[in-house]
């Protein structure tokens, strides 16, 4: 039993070192739910650049539970994400991706719930498309959003073409 629960901790601790290594930027937070003993209940803002193709940045919203369960970490916060990507500079694709391919993860519950943010690409409109969902083994989760990157001229470069970046 004791060899279990340290496989567990092993697994976690080892998810937690893996999201460290493309941890997001805080903006900032905003309280929502004012707790007296406890941390608040927030709405924070990150920002994570697109690890694949520069030039592009996505912000999202997500919502962190204060009180006890949230002081230590064990709180499963809920799926309600927002997500907004632009064009912040020139397009370059750094390599060949797929259709829904993983840009940011990170963990939203001690085990069970996940929260992603995954790429594609509308070659008919050059326009690349970004949606963030969170999933759960067992029950999956309908809520979701969804952000598109017109890839557009910067200066005088020609925009790339995100449908010449896909695997096929």
């Known amino acids: 039993m004791l060899a279990r629960i340290a496989l567990?901790?092993?697994l976690v601790v080892g998810a937690a070192a893996g999201a460290a290594a493309q941890e997001p930027?805080?903006?900032f937070k905003k309280s929502t739910v004012w707790r007296a003993l406890t941390p608040d209940?927030?709405?924070a803002v990150y920002g994570i650049d697109d690890p694949l193709v520069?030039?592009?940045a996505c912000h999202y919203t997500t919502p962190e539970r204060g009180g006890i369960s949230g002081t230590f970490g064990v709180a499963e916060e809920v799926s309600d994400i927002s997500l907004s990507c632009r064009q912040i500079g020139p397009v370059t694709f750094k390599q060949r991706f797929g259709q829904g391919d993983v840009v940011f993860s990170e963990r939203r519950s001690l085990i069970f719930k996940k929260m992603q943010i995954v790429r594609g690409c509308d070659a008919k409109r050059n326009?690349?498309?970004y949606m963030v969902y969170s999933d759960r083994p067992?029950?999956?989760?309908p809520k979701n959003s969804t952000s598109t990157v017109p890839l557009m001229p910067w200066g005088n470069e020609v925009p790339a073409q995100c449908?010449?970046?896909l695997n096929k």
């Open 41 to 43: 209940d927030k709405l």
């Open 138 to 141: 067992i029950e999956g989760s």
């Open 25 to 27: 930027d805080l903006i």
């Open 54 to 56: 520069e030039g592009v």
């Open 163 to 165: 449908g010449e970046w």
């Open 8 to 10: 567990v901790l092993a």
């Open 127 to 129: 326009t690349l498309v």
